[in-house]
């Protein structure tokens, strides 16, 4: 366990970011002020930590953050765009900013995708000679002069001499450009390859639609200029081009005021002078009205500042809702920045009373606020915990946009091979978030009864308990996608079959309550005593062979995991998993060997970074895995292994941004932003917290209901990592988790900190956390 000790020189990463620098340990700054956007979109650089990922010819995968300007939950993101997407292959998806990219092709005013990518029209201010999309007329730029806080982003366009600055209110975004005396100052706007229509109106005005997303919400667009043009055109590509990733040629037609097709794009000319600055503002909508007016709305004149404070406030009053002292500067900005990065969704599509496009494509009127679908894969694990801590009333909101998404298609939403939803309803049912759950019950249960419904292969898991895979006749280990995840996908399904099961108890259907947990327990059918792993098995029941446990895999057998990873996808019956082990001692010998194999897989993984031993950071299967010693008498280590990721995974490369794998619309940003705290909801579907170790001194978290926690960690330091003792409430307090109920009110925890394991701390099996299976006494 050597690598679990070793965490003092991991705590404080010698690089410093140029940010910090310029702001000094950052103790007399606000939340606001430590929150910095670019944290998520730097690669990692350190090789132990980044394993063999990635593929060749691809860049690291990494957050995939963005440093735009927008609000809290907004579809609205005003934001660089340094990735030339449409001509690239960036990190498996379409990620439009990359931070060690040197050039800027534009900015996008609008939000819409879940990474960005698909956020359009792309904007450019451009001096002198330009190209049209998708080549583009590119900029270098200087990272010293790129500057990014919550609602505002600049950067300093060197080939043009120009200055671009962003920021946005709820439904529109505001540009300033600052370009030097020229008679051809250009700003360039298109859309990418799917095309669409473009109009120049007067001597002001662009709007357009785009082809692609014609049936949802933001396909309108309307921008309007603080000075009028001197000159205008149109281009698109020219019709005939081969398909593909070429260039091709381009109709550019001067004067021309309208244009629609592939790249479809107008340009507008100025005449300035130095220092001159040209502000556009650009809204979106279910058509050119509603865009029009949210434009007007939101931005009525050019007060660029105003616009800007006011996002700042905004967020402010958000961020502020939990106050941490102590810690290192990096620990304060990283803890900010990934608190200021998970609440980037759900995303509001609109506000009560506007109209929106619902799930089936109809224009309704939204009777309250209307959020984006949850990724229950990636953020119903944590963030949205955080957000039931934090932010309540949205969080009713979301319930309903989700209920009413049901209502709309007949099944709940889901994502990827796991259901989910269910974690999040019963989750914030646990907190006290007032709803009609009963309401939610029939779909929930529709989707994992109904063969017909979302969940893959329920037939299969309904009849024989577990799910198959088909041996591939060539190697299955990435990028081989054609798979079930069998294995996997029946861990998934038994982990939200135990959630279904007390959300039936609760609302009294005993015999549902009990084949719900009858099936919660099929995660057993894929455990192979003879290997101590989860494994893949065929339709006949035998086990999938060659089984190497350290080889990645996407789709077959496992998800995006490896067999080591998958092997901890038991949130819901840790003790269960404990009991097929073994018992503690094996159990506990299984999870060092995890935490210290060296990864050395022959395939690669491109998910696959933030890599401690077998274990990876950097995707959802087994990040609750450093909390499960808790269960098994000996959290010291899981306070040790929590600093270590933190440290290790987090912002330790060069640029001090890094982060490991995919920020999945807030979930690694949670996982941080919660575990630096000290617990982390490691079942969201119930009230518990597992209890790590604080990073800081001091923790206050507002609840939203008027209530605070505290957390106070005495003695504190990098070297101080192990809890000695806690008290919550004046109250000792000897068991290395809590339950909502107990801080619902508010209330105090101080935990004593200090160098060395106090191996005795929340190690009985009466303190372990609450499993499916009771812990034997």
Known sequence: MASLLAIVALACPTSVTLAQAARGDGSEQSPVDLANPLVGTAPLDDPAVIGNAPPPGEPVYTGQTSPGATLPHSSVSAAPVNNNIELSYPNGVAVPYYY????????????????????????????????????????WYDKAQEHTSPGYYSVYLNSFHTKAELTATRWASLMRFTFPASERSHVIINFPRHGGSVEIVGDREIRGVSERSRATDGAYFVAEFSKPFEKLGTFRKAPGDAEGWGIGDSDVEPGKRSISGSYAGSYVTFRTTAGEQVLMKIAHGTSYAQAEQRLHQAIPGWDFDGIHNAARKNWAGLLDRVRVKGGTAKQRELFYSTLYHSFGSPRLIAAKGEKFTDSNGNIQVATHDRYSPVPFWD????????????????????????????????????????????????????????????????????????????????????????????????????????????????????????????????????????????????????????????????????W???????????????????????????????????????????????????????????????????????YVQGNQPDQQAAYYYDWSGQPWKTQALVREILAKTYGSDASGYAYPGMDDQGATSSWYALSAMGFYPVDPSTADYIIGSPVFDDVQIDMGNGRTLR????????????????????????????????????????????????????????????????ASR
């Open 100 to 139: 060690t990219n040197p050039t800027m092709i534009g900015f996008t005013g609008g939000g819409g995708a879940t990474y960005g990518g698909n956020a359009e029209p792309i904007i450019m201010p451009v001096v002198g000679d330009w190209s049209p999309a998708p080549a583009y007329k590119q900029s």
């Open 379 to 542: 953020t119903g694990r944590n963030q949205i915990v955080l957000l039931e801590m934090l932010e309540p009333k949205l969080m009713q909101d979301v319930m309903a946009s989700e209920l009413d998404m049901a209502r709309e298609k007949g099944f709940m939403n889901t994502s990827f091979h796991g259901d989910n939803a269910v974690f999040m309803y019963l989750g914030a049912w646990e907190r006290g978030i007032p709803f009609d759950y009963k309401a939610v019950y029939p779909y929930l249960r529709k989707n994992a009864t109904d063969p017909a419904g979302p969940r893959h292969y329920l037939a299969e898991y309904q009849k024989q308990g577990w799910i198959s895979d088909i041996v591939p006749d060539h190697n299955p280990s990435p990028p081989y996608a054609g798979g079930k995840a069998g294995a996997a996908t029946t861990l998934e399904y038994a982990w939200d079959d135990h959630a279904m099961a007390e959300y039936a108890k609760r609302l009294g259907y005993t015999d549902d309550y009990r084949m719900f947990l009858k099936r919660a327990h099929n995660y057993e059918n894929v455990f192979d005593k003879s290997t101590g792993f989860v494994r893949g098995r065929t339709a006949d029941g035998k």
């Open 544 to 614: 999938i062979a060659p089984f190497d446990p350290q080889e990645p895999y996407y789709n077959f057998m496992m998800k995006e995991a490896s067999g080591w990873s998958t092997l901890w996808l038991v949130p819901q019956d840790v003790q269960g998993l404990i009991n097929l082990l073994g018992g503690r001692d094996k159990f506990n010998a299984k999870l060092d060997q995890f935490f210290t194999t060296p990864y050395h897989p022959k395939g690669i993984c491109r998910d696959c970074t933030g890599l401690i031993g077998q």
């Open 711 to 774: 957390i106070v960690a005495k003695n504190n330091s990098p070297d101080n990592a192990y809890i000695q003792s806690a008290m919550l409430n004046g109250k000792p307090w000897n068991k290395p988790w809590f339950s909502h109920r107990d801080i619902a009110n508010g209330g105090t925890f101080v935990f004593v900190m200090g160098p060395k394991p106090n191996k005795h701390w929340g190690a009985s099996p009466e303190a372990a956390p609450p499993s499916m299976t009771a």
